[in-house]
């Protein structure tokens, strides 16, 4: 017993190290003075539900940034035509919306060129909806990464509207492209002064996807069918959005209900700035912004309550 | 030399089996027999158990009280299920506790796994900065530190290949390469050292204790004692969520050794193993040891060992891989043995259920106790057959041997025969140089 010990040190020389504190007990015995402020960090089991961590994912902006390029150089090396992919996907979709909703179903399009008309949508579409499945899978698709360190949960879904935001630019050229095309050939497009808005509707959709995918990212954690309900559910969404048809085809008298789809007023914004017409009215960007704001506020609120403790139930 | 982290009260509990009813099916279907006043469809039968379903739910940490000085290396031991891992995860704000409080002054990095987020389509190099990022350090940090990083792994022709061309051992060095080159306040440490090569392993504790004599915290979970006994100052043994020693590593890992010890019973069954590896699908189901000699007088040195292993595979396999490691119990490997060796037609078409059987001939080990660890993978199917228990059973060598000794030496693992002789030098040293 003895000799193996003796063994076994010598697994480990030169072991120079300080020899425990006698007074080391199990029993911790409060000091006199216990400041509180001398901490840096203190863990609760719960904390208040509006306290976010902002200055923590301030801290980790780096990561956000290495995860964003990890998505976009992961992409661009599984695939054979690499970023190409982001081009191809909205072209097929336009070009087969264009075929079954304008030639076919024949709906109109306020006399926007149909393949302009549903490129705009497909291309607004996309980015919400790549933002919300991505996000609606934080907790799930991550476990591996979350189980085993901590960082502010946040920066997670942050970096996918991110990466998504960049794919969403690149999708953007696509569509400055056509439309420019069309402009030029004297299609009926009159670019306006909305067009300056872009970057707030931008904002307000990645907002809109984040906050529906944190809120369904904090729900999976509960109900796991969730998820299955997501990727159904958003394709039930598109069609209750100015995607594959105007606004102006909405009876006057539902409008306002039809708005308080935040999207609504996102994607028909985003034509209104180009092509100078839409049904759209003030009240109705208020509304989807009022909604916005709310789901947001609601999301943060369920992703706070759940992402300390979501480890124990994945 | 302050108190760096002040664990008070913490009690976390972890529910067993289902969380809440995972279906919203299953919440609509109680809120609506709730609506109409009738009885929940959905509430657990388990009237045995005063009818709360208490028996789902287990606590793995309880009320533990802790304060770790600044400078400290604090081994944590104890069995699986003890507790170890969740209060390293407690304290690295991996899961939040139940209730309690901790306070932690300074940065912790926590380690609970080397290349934690590794991408395997990256290179090295940005599997570098990009898990130097999760594990809390900025760009310009890891800028700073990257030839060093490099240097350290010794993987520098490689940096730039995607790591999925990597060997595992290449992965993980570096893996450990990025984990060691952190600088925080505290360190929590999940066996993390068990790594590589040997020669990378050296060098991995040469860096260990190049950074707990930096005068940094550090918390370290193993079930190597060699590794706790030489690294740290202070160790503690839990014992279901509570700390039951706290005191110097020596002390500590007697007491847990001679818990380890407490069970000796010639057949064990394995189906509820404590210490079945999480993941594993159930393929043992119990393992009976057979000294040569008599049952009662146990097993002597160089006497001969049966071991029947029964198994029950939940599918056909057919490639089944089945080996176990004898251990001493520091948790060093003594040997490893397989079927494979001498008779690997015996893994490719057994039965769905049955008995290995394994005779070791002449078991050469010093007295002492040694413990068993099993494994089984179907190489075909690895995803779905991989099975393992560490320390699955235990035997002692008994101070005596078959052989016609006078005593058997104690130190060592192995005992090896041996015969002598000695010739006679005298008179030969005028005509050769002595020593030649």
Request: proline share 5%.
């Amino acid at each position: 017993m003895v000799a193996k010990r003796v063994r076994m040190s010598d697994d480990f020389p030169n072991t120079t190290l300080p020899k425990p504190l006698e007074s080391s007990t199990a029993v911790w015995h409060a000091p006199e003075e216990d400041d509180d402020t001398q901490w840096t960090t203190v863990i609760e089991p719960h904390d208040p539900w509006y306290k976010i961590d902002l200055a923590g994912l301030w801290q980790y902006r780096d990561l956000i940034l290495l995860l964003v390029k990890r998505d976009f150089v992961a992409i661009y090396k599984q695939t054979v035509l690499g970023p190409l992919w982001f081009f191809l996907t909205p072209l097929f979709t336009t070009v087969v919306f264009t075929i079954v909703f304008g030639r076919i179903a024949r709906i109109p399009t306020d006399g926007i060129p149909p393949f302009l008309f549903y490129l705009s949508g497909t291309v607004c579409w996309g980015y919400f909806s790549g933002c919300l499945l991505e996000t609606s899978n934080t907790f799930v698709s991550n476990a591996h990464i979350l189980g085993k360190v901590y960082f502010p949960r946040l920066a997670i879904p942050i970096g996918v509207v991110i990466s998504h935001g960049l794919k969403f630019s690149i999708q953007f050229i696509l569509f400055l492209c056509f439309f420019g095309y069309f402009y030029v050939i004297g299609a009926s497009v009159s670019p306006n002064l909305w067009a300056l808005a872009l970057p707030l509707v931008v904002i307000q959709m990645a907002v809109l996807g984040l906050a529906g995918g944190i809120l369904v990212s904090s729900m999976t954690t509960k109900y796991r069918d969730l998820s299955h309900l997501v990727s159904f559910g958003i394709q039930l969404w598109m069609y209750a959005t100015p995607v594959v048809y105007p606004l102006s085809q909405i009876p006057d008298q539902y409008r306002n209900w039809y708005a308080l789809n935040p999207m609504a007023a996102i994607v028909e914004l985003f034509r209104l700035g180009f092509t100078g017409t839409s049904a759209l009215e003030p009240v109705h960007m208020i509304t989807s912004v009022v909604v916005t704001v709310a789901l947001f506020a609601w999301g943060l609120v369920m992703f706070s309550r759940v992402e300390r403790t979501f480890m124990d139930t994945v | 030399m302050g108190i760096v982290i002040k664990i008070e009260n913490v009690w976390k509990q972890y529910r067993l089996g289902v969380i809440g009813h995972q279906y919203l099916k299953h919440d609509v279907q109680s809120w609506w027999a709730r609506v109409r006043g009738k009885e929940d469809p959905n509430t657990p039968v388990d009237l045995g158990n005063n009818g709360n379903g208490s028996n789902r739910t287990m606590w793995a940490l309880r009320d533990l009280t802790l304060a770790i000085q600044e400078g400290e290396v604090l081994g944590i031991i104890g069995k699986n299920g003890a507790g170890k891992s969740t209060l390293l995860k407690v304290i690295s704000r991996v899961t939040a506790p139940t209730s309690g409080r901790i306070k932690i002054k300074g940065r912790v990095t926590s380690l609970l796994e080397v290349g934690t987020g590794f991408h395997p389509e990256l290179t090295g190099r940005e599997n570098v900065f990009l898990n130097g990022a999760i594990l809390g350090m900025r760009v310009n940090e890891v800028k700073r530190k990257f030839d060093e990083i490099v240097d350290f792994s010794g993987l520098e022709p490689f940096i730039d290949t995607p790591v999925k061309r990597y060997s595992s051992g290449m992965y993980v060095r570096l893996a450990f390469a990025v984990a060691a080159h952190l600088d925080s306040d505290i360190l929590i440490l999940d066996e993390v050292l068990a790594v590589g090569d040997a020669a990378f392993q050296t060098k991995s504790k040469q860096k260990m204790r190049g950074v707990t004599g930096q005068g940094r915290t550090v918390l370290f979970v193993s079930h190597n004692m060699p590794a706790i006994s030489s690294i740290c100052s202070r160790a503690i043994l839990l014992r279901r969520g509570e700390v039951c020693v706290d005191g110097t590593p020596e002390r500590t890992i007697e007491q847990y050794l001679a818990e380890a010890e407490e069970r000796e019973v010639p057949l064990v069954d394995l189906r509820d193993h404590p210490n079945r590896a999480e993941g594993s699908i159930p393929f043992f189901e119990s393992i009976e040891l057979r000294p040569g000699g008599k049952l009662n007088a146990g097993l002597l040195v160089g006497d001969s060992l049966e071991l029947r292993i029964r198994f029950r595979a939940a599918y056909r396999f057919s490639n089944m891989k089945i080996a176990f490691n004898i251990e001493d119990h520091f948790g060093g490997i003594v040997a490893r043995l397989s079927p494979l060796l001498r008779q690997p037609e015996l893994c490719l078409h057994a039965p769905k259920s049955g008995e290995f059987i394994c005779v070791i001939p002449s078991l050469n080990l010093t007295p002492g106790r040694y413990n068993i660890t099993l494994d089984a993978v179907d190489r075909d199917n690895r995803a779905n057959s991989k099975d393992l228990i560490e320390r699955a059973c235990s035997f002692e060598m008994k101070d005596a041997s078959v052989l016609d000794l006078p005593y058997i030496p104690k130190v060592g693992t192995i005992f090896l025969d041996s015969t002598w002789d000695v010739s006679s030098l005298d008179g030969k040293e005028e005509s050769s140089a002595p020593g030649s």
